[in-house]
């Protein structure tokens, strides 16, 4: 990075100077985000993940948008930490169509000791495939985070949610500062940071005003920033929030653009109930990266190849990591499994 990147980057956005970029004409915000989007990163290449929920339900806390909590009744089917080997074969499958990070989220409020090892040989199968490695696993102690870099996580999701002001509305079972000590004890680790927030959960302007000058004053800047559209689920309290403008949507990505040049910013849940128009201008504002397979965790995603088939029309490429072979994959996958029957890694997890 050149000096004169790094003295681009600025940590002490003010509230005012964020509003401001809210309120400028859509067109000027528009050409703004993609002039600086194109100082910094290829224009027409978009980074590729898939996640994957390796434990589904049960979950103690009580967010009040998620199908994963049991504090609600959305039908959801609870299910045990998956077994290992099926992680893996499904992190192959997702390399096999393109991704070139694959993510895993667990629905915990913490990692339990009795579940951490088999999370930290997923990480360290996931890697021998030649992919990035996200979890999502809740909060973390100093001791897990730890334990997490020496196998050579490369990214950890942890979203904020929303501004500091309207986050106890929507969730009481963790504070917004249990959220700030685990990216601080993620950062401190070496791992890459994950985090943004949802958008849409009836929060004002002023809400995303707040979340992503929180997001632009960490140092460095998060190096993922996932910008989610709410899905309403039901059986949720946020079932029948009103539906977020459109365009106030697009604005956040790019107005998160401009204030963390270097991230990858993230389209990410919600992109089911865009259409194409939609998911084109998020990309013009600067979205970089995207999940894609059938699910996010518990919600419907667009399938791989209607976004290819997007991809294709608008003229973007998947980001490349570096290549490995098939073969590779292959014998990978074979000493994991291998490994796994030594360690007597398949059990019941309990949920």
């Known amino acids: 990075m050149s000096a004169s990147n790094i003295s681009a980057l600025r940590f002490d956005w003010t509230h005012a100077e964020i509003k401001a970029l809210f309120d400028l004409p859509f067109m000027d915000l528009m050409f703004r985000a ?3 989007h194109r100082e910094n990163f290829a224009p027409n290449e978009v980074q590729v993940s898939t996640l994957l929920s390796i434990k589904t339900g049960a979950c103690p806390e009580d967010c009040k948008y998620c199908p994963q909590s ?3 009744n959305t039908e959801l089917e609870k299910e045990k930490l998956m077994e290992v080997q099926k992680v ?17 989220g667990a629905a915990w409020k913490h990692p339990s000791e009795k579940d951490f090892p088999y999370v930290l040989e997923m990480i360290k199968g996931v890697k021998s495939l030649g992919l990035e490695s996200c979890v999502t696993l809740g909060s973390l102690n100093d001791d897990q985070a730890k334990r997490l870099s020496e196998v050579g996580l490369d990214y950890y999701n942890h979203n904020l949610d929303t501004s500091a002001e309207f986050y106890d509305s929507i969730i009481t079972t963790r504070t917004y500062q249990d959220r700030l000590d685990t990216l601080s004890r993620v950062r401190d680790s070496g791992i890459k ?9 009836g929060e004002e302007q002023k809400d995303r005003v707040g979340l992503l000058r929180q997001l632009s004053q960490m140092s460095p800047h998060p190096e993922s920033v996932p910008i989610n559209m709410l899905v309403k689920v039901e059986g949720t309290p946020l079932e029948n929030v009103e539906d977020l403008d459109t365009f106030e949507f697009i604005r956040t990505i ?4 401009i204030l963390m040049p270097k991230s990858h910013v993230r389209l990410s849940a919600g992109r089911q109930g865009m259409n194409e128009q ?10 970089n990266s995207i999940f894609y397979g059938e699910k996010l965790l518990t919600t419907g995603n667009p399938e791989a190849d209607k976004d290819m088939a997007l991809f294709a029309t608008l003229g973007i490429n998947p980001e490349k990591r570096e290549a ?7 014998e ?4 994991q499994v291998v490994k796994q029957e030594e360690s007597k890694l398949f059990y019941e997890a309990s949920v």
């Open 324 to 330: 490995h072979s098939d073969e590779a994959v292959v």
């Open 332 to 335: 990978a996958i074979a000493a």
């Open 193 to 201: 940071l994950c985090c943004g927030g949802i958008m849409g959960m």
């Open 70 to 72: 049991g504090h609600y």
């Open 88 to 104: 893996l074969e499904e992190a192959a499958l997702a390399k096999e169509k393109g991704a070139s990070r694959f993510c895993m």
């Open 254 to 257: 790019a107005v998160a653009r």
């Open 34 to 36: 993609q002039t600086i």
């Open 278 to 287: 939609t998911q084109a201008l998020c990309f013009m504002a600067g979205a």
